[in-house]
């Protein structure tokens, strides 16, 4: 028997005495990943996981729904026979039917339980919850039957018109009238209210058949500056994957230039998914050539190149809002690239086992010796369970040790959003933590040796219900400013309800987001009024990228709730040179109302502008969309893609900073700073810098800052604009690189080879 096989062994039989006694992890070996076989690693990691799983309780669990009806349903009926079955447990299993998707049977099911009560029918106080389940069930079926299953570019986005008006108009004329009679007896009901507009709309008749007092008027949805319309060809191009909540990366995993996409789904017995970039316009599912078809998804994922070997690895995060019950205690996945077209499990083999409650991770080289570092903020919802914070030094040989105690970083909180920047331009990452229900922390690298809690110093606690949340200079003054969205408690149950009031200019309830102005001295600044964010943006999964190619960070935030009445638009804001964030969302046509997680900005095509990539869906097993795809247009401004390669610093070089410095025609200089990282803490940007640089650029020059420890641009001189460019840390040479342009499929599939 070889030795690695029987080092294999040795780890399944701990994993097997952790779940017969239930209280300890798997242990690592000590021997390094390399010397493990791979292959073994994923089947024990997802042992283990099923393990897990049977230990739940799926008829408590609040968004497996299919699962608590297979259990649910022959209670009822057992129920029903013994003629002890009461309201309560009937209204229950209507919901878990609608929430597994089974919207018919809901639908019938509500409309006989309605017809029993003694109202006959009345919206009153007591049949209010009864009403509105009947009347977004009736929505839903309408999504379904036309969103979903005749789905196409206008599906789903707001303001809908065109073809996304259905076809099957049925359903939504009849939760038109279970609107109306709802917002009868309860005229300030504002969720009732926006969705009565957003039925109108697709049905066609918004706004001229909209009852004039219910109506919120077409000029609150004016764009606040123009935008072309960005398609969306997630259909045309073979990635419209039809799940439920997930997290999404693009970026380069066979190294051969160009973008690939991976997406998970949330949904426990769902996987990872691999969309390979096939050169001809489109992407080819790889999941199961690439071995990751039994690799159970996350919430999240993050991508970097944890070995330094020239591939791309990726972390797969699970367990997030599920910390109660074991319900969420999975354990997170770190999938190693072979360079060969696949991926293995190694978390095991690396020593980073542990079952906790996970939504966020970051990946640092927080002490700047060159190896890429983890730091993982999981889920603490009560005294009782306990589930700190955990920083993983990468110990060079393919395995971690948490020294997050040691560090002082253990924090047992309720973490919703972790990211890195250098706050004090010292070349030390420092770290920024949003939680979900206290003041977020602000900790500053000490030089590699610890971290300490300036918060209160920064000023940058709130709000005090955060969800994700990133650093990126949006002023382009050379210093990393911060963007902390909030999720509330209220715009959980009435999202709808407060984003109406905001569009109505009615007070919300809901927690504001927050914009923090770095401004030098560990000091920064809510700009967050200045800058016209002060709205009703209750965020999950988002990041920022540059549209239009002007030099400024914009922003995709992904908007919505488990509970199927938070049918509202994702939101996009443009950076108007820093002054002020302006909301192009029905411009660029990126106001879908299904639910929005992971979001990247990348090139996909190779034609110097940022397409973006959305995954859809909710939390519920019904709650299932197809992911979006916007191709970007393009526009008349110049632009710099760079590919960094570190060897003092690490090899994907994150945390470099890259200054780019163009000259106008005119001779005017301006200055442009990107961050090599993934973006915001849901979702994940590739980790070449994409950079705009504005119109009417004559000449530009590059220096980079490396992630070494040691502060400090290195000039590169003269640049090639308009082209891919290359940079090898230590060398004097920015090569550019030849790579094909790619005509995405919705413009005919067609492609040819590019000299940039």
Not at 317 to 343: E, H, K, V, Y
Request: hydrophobic share 35%; aromatic share 10%.
């Amino acid at each position: 028997m070889r030795i690695d096989l029987w080092k294999g062994m040795v780890v399944l039989c701990c994993i097997a005495l952790f779940y017969a006694c239930g209280n300890e992890a798997p242990t690592s070996t000590s021997a390094p990943v390399s010397q493990l076989d791979h292959r073994e690693g994923t089947r024990m990691m997802m042992d283990s996981i099923n393990a897990i799983k049977a230990r739940i309780n799926y008829r408590q669990h609040p968004y497996e729904s299919a699962l608590k009806l297979a259990i649910l349903e022959p209670e009822v009926m057992q129920a029903n026979q013994n003629r002890t079955l009461g309201i309560p447990l009937l209204f229950e299993y209507f919901q878990t039917l609608l929430r597994a998707g089974e919207t018919v049977k809901a639908i019938k099911g509500i409309e006989q339980l309605i017809q029993t009560q003694p109202s006959q029918g009345e919206v009153n106080a007591q049949t209010r919850v009864l009403h509105e389940t009947w009347a977004i069930s009736y929505l839903r079926l309408a999504e379904q039957n036309n969103c979903s299953l005749n789905h196409n570019e206008e599906s789903c986005l707001f303001p809908i018109r065109g073809q996304g008006i259905h076809t099957e108009p049925e359903p939504a004329r009849r939760a038109i009238v279970l609107y109306e009679k709802l917002l009868t007896a309860f005229p300030d009901d504002l969720n009732s209210r926006w969705l009565l507009n957003l039925c109108y709309m697709t049905v066609g008749g918004y706004p001229h058949e909209v009852p004039p007092v219910w109506l919120i008027p077409p000029d609150r949805f004016q764009p606040e500056a123009a935008l072309p319309n960005f398609p969306n060809i997630s259909m045309h191009v073979g990635v419209d994957e039809n799940d439920l909540a997930g997290g999404s990366i693009v970026d380069d995993f066979n190294n051969d230039g160009l973008l690939d996409i991976v997406v998970s789904s949330w949904d426990l017995n769902g996987s990872v998914k691999f969309f390979l970039n096939n050169g001809q316009g489109g992407f080819t599912d790889q999941t199961a050539a690439a071995g990751l078809s039994q690799v159970t998804g996350g919430l999240n994922m993050i991508q970097a190149d944890f070995n330094n070997d020239g591939n791309l690895d990726f972390y797969v995060i699970r367990g997030a809002w599920s910390g109660f019950d074991w319900m969420g205690q999975l354990p997170n996945s770190l999938l190693q690239n072979n360079g060969d077209g696949t991926f293995s499990d190694v978390t095991i083999m690396a020593g980073m086992y542990n079952a906790q409650p996970t939504q966020s991770a970051v990946w640092l080289d927080y002490d700047a010796d060159g190896l890429l570092d983890l730091f993982v903020t999981n889920e603490t919802h009560s005294p009782q369970e306990q589930h700190p914070c955990q920083l993983f030094h990468n110990n060079g040989n393919g395995t971690f040790t948490d020294v997050a105690p040691s560090m002082g970083l253990n924090y047992a909180i309720y973490a919703k959003g972790v990211t890195t920047g250098d706050v004090n331009n010292d070349n030390y990452p420092d770290l920024y933590i949003s939680i979900l229900n206290g003041p977020n922390r602000m900790l500053l690298n000490k030089g590699g040796n610890g971290f300490s809690d300036i918060s209160q110093q920064t000023g940058t606690a709130k709000p005090i219900e955060s969800f994700p949340t990133w650093f990126f200079d949006y002023d382009n003054d050379g210093d990393e400013d911060l963007f902390v969205a909030s999720y509330d408690e209220y715009a959980l149950k009435q999202q709808a309800a407060e984003v109406a009031a905001d569009y109505l200019s009615q007070p919300i309830k809901s927690e504001i987001p927050r914009l923090y102005r770095n401004d030098g001295n560990n000091r920064f600044t809510d700009v967050t009024e200045q800058q016209r964010l002060d709205r009703v943006l209750s965020t999950m999964g988002c990041n920022f990228g540059d549209l239009d190619n002007d030099g400024y960070s914009d922003f995709y935030l992904g908007t919505g709730a488990p509970d199927f009445r938070s049918v509202v638009p994702n939101r996009m804001f443009r950076n108007n040179a820093g002054q002020q964030f302006q909301d192009v969302t029905y411009a660029g046509n990126f106001g879908h109302v299904q639910k929005g997680h992971g979001v990247s900005f990348a090139d996909l095509d190779n034609d110097g502008d940022q397409d973006v990539h959305a995954v859809m869906g909710g939390a519920v097993s019904g709650d299932v969309f197809q992911n979006a795809l916007y191709e970007n247009p393009g526009n008349g401004n110049q632009w710099v893609t760079i590919r960094l390669t570190g060897s003092t610093s690490n090899r994907s070089a994150i945390g470099a900073r890259v200054r780019v410095t163009a000259t106008q025609q005119n001779g005017q200089q301006q200055q442009f700073f990107h961050t090599i990282n993934s973006g915001g803490s849901f979702g994940a940007n590739s980790l070449q810098a994409e950079m705009g640089l504005g119109p009417n650029v004559q000449s530009a020059s590059l220096a980079i800052d490396w992630p070494d420890g040691k502060p400090g641009y290195v000039d590169y001189g003269n640049i090639t604009i308009n082209s891919v460019l290359a940079v090898n840390e230590g060398g004097n040479e920015v090569q550019v690189v030849d790579l094909p342009e790619i005509k995405l499929a919705s413009t005919g599939g067609e492609h040819h080879h590019h000299q940039h």
